[in-house]
């Protein structure tokens, strides 16, 4: 893939324009293939199954929370000055933090297990001697992400339970509307109890019925369910953007819209092939190797996860002043709200935009090993024409990480900024209202294409099966 060429150029040539169209055909001829096929139509009106007992769980009201008071809260707060804090998670949650129901942690205590195990595997020595076993050791590791996931549910479900009461989880907009009423007839705690255990509970569902799509459905399930909760959430934050701005923005946001998520698919797939030569070997009277293949090292090597390390990272001041009376704030608390907390502000928008390359260079150096990989090139006879196995090798790859990781990492910054300038733009006094760039869209279009490949890959052995008969 061309890497270098803009996708913005309106001067395409007709066989470009051509095989675009032969791709859109090859994509919608493969979703009726799937349909027609027995197998693959389960596997999908299960996952479509799964993902309705998802939804309903994100719309259930957990006990002792007054369901019409979370209402007049988020009405409040959709006509009001105020923009959450916590209005990213409740984009992943789809809706369900804000209103405290049943599946309001989402995915989000599991996404941060998963990352927290990650890049301890790098520092702890056992965990890194269970990731070389193979299956086992993953087996293993997944049941450390699992309780982790519960621990970490149990904290995120208090602290937000604390929040609500307290009126923070609505911007101090909700003092009127009481979250957890206190004359339900059981005393106040073991309302709060009930309402942390169901919450946490709904965790453990929110991760089974996630490798219940993973084992029975199509797909990543955890990587499906989240994308159906940032989908869950785009037609109503549209809505809000037509109503706030009228219909001319609201066609002008989608056509960059559109815009965006041709330029996002674009740099996706893009992607930097090694070639590697394996040479052949006698053994007996077999010969084995003498192939040629290639190692794709994409241009965006480490997904999503820098963002969500940036945000985390921007968030905790936020979260910090969540705690001082806004009344009565200090001057390096007045510089903290007005320059970490505001999404408007460019020193904001500039520590975001460093955190994120940052950390797209520390996850992508902790997750590719050069050295691993040349070794194991090595190991098997394989070397990259024009450069000697073992140490040449992997200082070539760490060479080629390197250049493609800085055009990288400057693309997850720019897509993920991009909300905060349509934020000023708008003019709006409600970040929420632009869930178009950033991470939303990285999640989506990535969990989209690999569905589709998933689909497409378990066609092609179908078709295998019946060619070999």
């Given at each position: 893939m061309d890497i270098g060429r803009s996708p913005g150029n309106h001067h395409v040539p007709p066989r470009l324009l051509a095989a675009a169209s032969r791709r859109r055909m090859k994509l919608l001829s493969a979703f009726l293939s799937a349909f027609r096929t027995p197998d693959l139509r389960k596997k999908l009106l299960f996952t479509v199954?799964?993902?309705?007992i998802y939804r309903l769980g994100a719309t259930l009201p957990s006990p002792g929370v007054s369901y019409s008071n979370v209402?007049?809260?988020?009405?409040?707060?959709?006509?009001?000055?105020?923009?959450?804090?916590?209005?990213?998670?409740?984009?992943?949650?789809?809706?369900?933090?804000?209103?405290?129901?049943?599946?309001?942690?989402?995915?989000?205590?599991?996404?941060?297990?998963?990352?927290?195990?990650?890049?301890?595997?790098?520092?702890?020595?056992?965990?890194?001697?269970?990731?070389?076993?193979?299956?086992?050791?993953?087996?293993?590791?997944?049941?450390?992400?699992?309780?982790?996931?519960?621990?970490?549910?149990?904290?995120?479900?208090?602290a937000f339970v604390a929040l609500a009461r307290s009126g923070q989880l609505f911007n101090g907009m909700c003092d009127q509307f009481p979250i957890v009423p206190e004359n339900t007839g059981l005393p106040l705690w073991i309302t709060l109890v009930t309402l942390v255990i169901t919450m946490?509970?709904?965790?453990?569902?929110?991760?089974?019925?996630?490798?219940?799509?993973?084992?029975?459905?199509?797909?990543?399930?955890?990587?499906?369910?989240?994308?159906?909760?940032?989908?869950?959430?785009?037609?109503?934050?549209?809505?809000?953007?037509?109503?706030?701005?009228?219909?001319d923005m609201f066609a002008l946001v989608l056509v960059l819209v559109l815009v965006i998520l041709t330029a996002v698919v674009f740099i996706e797939q893009a992607q930097r092939r090694i070639p590697v030569q394996y040479a052949k070997r006698m053994i007996g009277r077999r010969s084995y190797g003498g192939t040629s293949t290639y190692i794709p090292l994409k241009v965006n090597q480490a997904g999503v996860i820098p963002v969500i390390f940036a945000s985390s990272l921007l968030y905790l001041p936020q979260l910090g002043l969540q705690f001082f009376d806004p009344n009565n704030l200090n001057d390096w608390q007045m510089w903290i709200q007005n320059n970490l907390a505001n999404p408007r502000s460019p020193i904001y928008i500039s520590v975001y935009f460093l955190l994120i390359i940052f950390f797209t260079y520390f996850y992508v150096s902790i997750t590719f090993n050069p050295t691993e990989v040349a070794d194991n090139m090595k190991k098997y006879g394989g070397f990259v024409p024009g450069i000697r196995p073992g140490k040449p090798t992997a200082e070539y790859l760490d060479f080629i990480?390197?250049?493609?990781?800085?055009?990288?990492?400057?693309?997850?910054?720019?897509?993920s900024i991009l909300p905060n300038f349509f934020f000023i733009w708008l003019n709006s006094e409600q970040y929420v209202n632009f869930p178009f760039g950033g991470v939303a869209v990285l999640i989506m279009v990535g969990v989209g294409l690999e569905t589709v490949k998933q689909i497409e890959s378990q066609l092609m052995q179908r078709n295998y099966e019946g060619f070999l008969r």
């Open positions: 199954a799964i993902v309705a209402q007049s809260c988020i009405k409040t707060m959709e006509t009001g000055e105020g923009n959450g804090v916590f209005t990213l998670l409740n984009l992943f949650s789809g809706g369900a933090l804000l209103q405290l129901s049943v599946f309001a942690l989402g995915i989000m205590p599991y996404i941060t297990a998963s990352i927290i195990l990650q890049l301890l595997t790098v520092v702890i020595p056992r965990l890194e001697q269970l990731r070389k076993e193979g299956q086992a050791g993953q087996a293993k590791i997944t049941q450390y992400t699992r309780y982790l996931t519960l621990g970490l549910g149990v904290l995120q479900a208090s946490t509970a709904g965790t453990g569902m929110v991760m089974w019925l996630g490798e219940l799509i993973t084992d029975r459905g199509v797909g990543n399930g955890m990587s499906v369910l989240i994308f159906t909760s940032i989908a869950a959430r785009l037609p109503s934050e549209g809505w809000t953007i037509r109503k706030t701005n009228g219909w990480l390197s250049r493609i990781t800085l055009p990288g990492s400057l693309y997850l910054g720019l897509i």
